[in-house]
């Protein structure tokens, strides 16, 4: 185990919410898809459960409409229930109206399943913007945790206003809206996007263990995502999408769920609101 803190995160969503096969599924036929959420979701829960771990859960809310239990089952295992938002639509191509809806609506109906004081956002694909930093913090979210800083994927956001350093992880927008970026190795030479998901999968794990060790040895922190369709290898293949979104989709299914395992049995796992927590005992003591 590693005393130092990783923060794990899950992005409930289904396999076929993915931007990766956006075309030939849209949106209007996703209630006929086969729901297969809750069990990916189930046993990423119960590799957490195994290891005493607590997690943080951006959960979509079209995923809580169709499976309110899933969000209450979440809750009581004593995990942080963020949101995703409520339709997994990219920030940049809603206007400024509809994203307030939908990050209102989502905050709502996960603070009603749940029980508790929602927290924390983040977009899908990462699509975070300056104008959303505004909208996140006056519907009443204290952090977002979208902010990914490789300029070469062609689907992150981008921030014209860059977050300041802050404490444990924690950066601050001048609106004083916290961000919890995703984490990139830094090395000489380069950045490299090194958080979770298809980065998780497309790695063999001795190299993805050694640059997260990395991270946590030059940075402290070390920020961690995963879909539960990561995990399923057995989910439907889509055909007509092109080869590099079918390449980053379903690139090393079959071997992701025993590197997780391998990963939660190497490192100690904390929500990212845990970063709050020792952010105001550190302001306490001031």
């Given at each position: 185990m590693n005393g130092k803190s990783v923060y794990f995160s899950v992005d409930v969503e289904d396999w076929y919410v993915a931007e990766n096969l956006k075309g030939p599924i849209i949106r209007e036929i996703w209630p006929s898809l086969e729901e297969r959420a809750r069990r990916n979701t189930e046993k990423i829960l119960e590799l957490l459960g195994r290891n005493n771990a607590k997690a943080t859960f951006f959960i979509l809310g079209y995923m809580a409409r169709r499976d309110p239990g899933l969000v209450k089952h979440i809750a009581a295992a004593g995990h942080e229930i963020a949101s995703h938002g409520m339709a997994h639509r990219l920030i940049y191509e809603q206007d400024p109206e509809d994203f307030r809806r939908d990050v209102t609506d989502s905050k709502k109906l996960l603070e009603d399943l749940s029980g508790r004081k929602v927290k924390g956002y983040r977009a899908p694909t990462f699509s975070i913007t300056d104008r959303a930093v505004d909208i996140l913090k006056e519907s009443g979210y204290e952090y977002d945790s979208s902010l990914f800083p490789?300029?070469?994927?062609?689907?992150?956001?981008?921030?014209?206003?860059?977050?300041?350093?802050?404490?444990?992880?924690?950066?601050s927008f001048n609106n004083g809206l916290y961000e919890a970026p995703l984490s990139m190795l830094k090395i000489p030479g380069g950045s490299f996007p090194w958080s979770g998901g298809g980065y998780f999968r497309l790695l063999p794990y001795y190299i993805f263990r050694a640059g997260v060790r990395y991270i946590l040895a030059s940075q402290g922190e070390y920020l961690f995502y995963i879909h539960p369709w990561d995990i399923d290898h057995a989910q439907p293949r889509v055909k007509g999408i092109k080869f590099f979104d079918r390449f980053r989709h379903y690139v090393n299914l079959k071997k992701a769920y025993s590197k997780l395992s391998a990963f939660s049995a190497d490192f100690e796992f904390e929500p990212i609101e845990k970063m709050f927590r020792e952010k105001e005992t550190r302001e306490s003591t001031v």
């Open positions: 490789f300029s070469a994927h062609d689907r992150y956001g981008r921030l014209r206003e860059q977050p300041v350093k802050g404490v444990r992880g924690l950066l």
